[in-house]
């Protein structure tokens, strides 16, 4: 099947996020680094947060560059609260503010429960969920400190959480992954109640299957591609700029009235095609 790399379709290029600052997590490969250049191409400067892989960071800071925009590249791991909070303290000296967050940093370290080891479990719950957490604390300081810039966006600030279809459809095999996406979403909402009276917006972006490192083995050869098209009723693999598209309008004043909200963006496996038949 053709990708969204391989075919004529243009990405977002609107300047959405013009005079906005971004700090996008886990932004040096896959999802994160298209996010990270997607958010660059809409006209926000951008923090590339990296835990492993200076090279590829420095890389995708030179192409948002490109783009007319201010980024550097950060080594932080979002699981340690004082990376965390020294990767915010940077950003605020050299940008001044932060007007979007991407807590996008995610991994996987798969077992069948019964051989699952407690630093399994711990590894993935503390980088997906309590690195969200940590993430959108210190941004919301900030959005609460600053309060809004109308000439720069109509909200205070923008939260997006990165999740996964995982959210709500259970996968065995991967307890750990699944229950920290279970658990975004409850941080999600939780923050949109909480800080929605004061004007910062939080939502999630929830992919389904993307052609990302991660999950090479399920789409790198036909065979392996052909089984995974079977629960996309789309019949297309995503790409990691179908998933930065999302980010960036979600990101933005036209979404200004989105709030608490998980958008899916995985070619309908949410539908759970498998009854498409009658089950």
Known sequence: MTSRVDSDRRFVSLPLLRGQRALVTGANSGIGKATAIGLGRAGADVVVNYVVGREEADEVVKEIEGFGVRAFAH???????????????RMFEEFGTIDV??????????AALTEMTVEQWHKVLDVNLTG??????????????????????????????????????????HVNYAASKGGVLMLM????????????????VAPGAIRTPINRSA???????????KLIPYRRVGDPEDIADAVT????????????????VDGGMTLFPGFATGG
Not at 75 to 89: I, K, L, Y
Not at 140 to 155: D, H, N, Q, T, Y
Not at 249 to 264: E, K, P, Q, W
Request: glycine fraction near 8%; hydrophobic fraction near 45%; charged fraction near 20%.
């Open 132 to 173: 969200q957490f940590l993430c959108a604390r210190e941004a919301a300081k900030e959005f609460l400190r600053r309060g809004i810039v109308p000439e720069v966006s109509r909200a205070v600030g923008k939260i997006i959480c990165m999740s996964s279809v995982h959210q709500i459809i259970p996968w065995s095999g």
């Open 219 to 229: 789409w790198d050869t036909p065979e392996a591609e052909a089984d995974l098209l």
């Open 101 to 110: 967050l991407v807590a996008n940093a995610g991994l996987q370290r798969d």
């Open 75 to 89: 080594e932080a791991d979002v699981s340690d609260e004082g990376q965390v909070v020294g990767m915010f303290a």
């Open 189 to 204: 909402q939780t923050l949109a109640q909480e800080l929605g009276p004061h004007g910062i917006r939080v939502n999630a």
């Open 249 to 264: 309008v979600l990101a933005s004043d036209l979404m200004d009235y989105v709030v608490g909200t998980t958008l899916f």
